[in-house]
């Protein structure tokens, strides 16, 4: 690699000469440098040092899940939730063991005792009774120039509901002309009612019918078309409908129904 050096400097020195020697006979001529040969290639320089970090690239697509981590240490308790729904009652559980006796009572005299009771005990019923009656009485009376009539809204048999009447001074209604009888048809009417019993029967006759208070029927009657048909071989008590028909029904039937009172005895 030194001689082909050496080379070159002797035939640019030659070149030089040369040029020198025709430019002082030829002051005008052109001169023309022709480049020497490519040489070889220099020997592998040592690793210079790094350069400056470059821009931060754009990010990468996202890599794959990774494995599933260990579970974590329990957290802090939330607040407490609502209360649930109440639960079904749950079976009766077993009976428990007899308990041991009590100490003995003092001895007492209690057959007075419980005959007081006992009277007392009919008071309240009896005032039962008679405060119903007062309600009844206060929610609306139907009156005529000679008869007050109330309205029973008490579900009753035939025979049970004649006691009630007859218990507050009484009778069931008995409709003995027409004038009554629309006065009563009117009042249950009112009331939003399509039936009620009156005081008319053949309990004791079949067929012969009579009021309540044993009076023949003489002078009125107001039977719906084909009534009185004893139905059933058992219908020997009346209902009074809306319209103001009769209709032969059972005593056993419970329903509501008019008790009449004479006005100079109450």
Known sequence: MVSCVVVTVLVL???RSAHSQHMAEEPCSVQILVPGLKGEAGE???????????RVGPPGDTGPPGLKGQKGIMGHHGKMGPSGFKGLKGDMGEPGPKGSDGDPGLPCECAPLRKMIGEMD??????????????????G??????KVYLLVKEEKRYRDAELYCQGRGG???????????RAIAG???EAGLSRVYIGINDLESEGH?????RSPMSTFSKWREGEPNNA???EDCVELVSSGEWVDVACSLTMYFVCEFDKDRI
């Open 122 to 139: 009919n008071h309240v019923a009896q005032l039962s009774n008679e405060l119903k009656f007062i309600k009844n009485a206060v929610a």
């Open 232 to 234: 059933y071989e058992n």
């Open 44 to 54: 592998k320089g040592e690793k210079g040092a790094p350069g400056r970090p470059g």
């Open 187 to 189: 009042y249950i009417t």
């Open 13 to 15: 020195l030659l070149v």
């Open 171 to 181: 009778h069931l209604a008995m409709p003995k002309d027409a004038a009554a009888n």
């Open 141 to 146: 009376v139907k009156e005529t120039d000679s």
């Open 209 to 213: 019918f009579v009021y309540v208070e």
